[in-house]
């Protein structure tokens, strides 16, 4: 199973990206998807749950995102999206998708916390947000 994100880049604050994730290996309609990100200093345990959709396209954000990321996927081309509008400094992150079974969406977000063995990374992606 190979996971792999794009669509990071530098914006100004206010500004928008979308961020990709193609999984090969894998099927995206089956399980659930996440996306987290992680700052400098941070451990790979810590890496904060950003949006999660389950596979009955049931979703989940963090609270700081809420009314401004949207999480989806394209089922038939394994592609998880997340479009990330009026971007803020504070969302200056690299931002990895993830793969696993899940509970519900909610549960999904704190996968990195539990470290599970069986939870599927990309590389992830870089997101920096310019005041």
């Known amino acids: 199973v190979h996971l792999e994100e794009s669509g990071g880049g530098s914006v100004q604050a206010g500004g928008s990206l979308r961020l990709s994730c193609v999984a090969s290996?894998?099927?995206?309609?089956?399980?659930?998807m996440a996306w987290f990100r992680q700052t400098p200093g941070q451990e790979r345990e810590e890496r904060e749950g950003v949006a999660a959709i389950d596979s009955n396209g049931v979703t989940d954000y963090l609270d700081s995102v809420k009314g401004r990321f949207t999480i989806s996927k394209d089922n038939a081309k394994n592609i998880l999206y997340l479009q990330m509008d009026n971007l803020k400094p504070d969302d200056t992150a690299k931002y990895f998708c993830a793969a696993d079974w899940c509970w519900s969406a909610q549960h999904a977000r704190t996968w990195a916390s539990e470290n599970a063995p069986g939870t599927y990374w990309g590389q992830g992606t870089q997101v920096t947000v310019s005041s």
């Open positions: 290996g894998y099927r995206y309609s089956s399980h659930c």
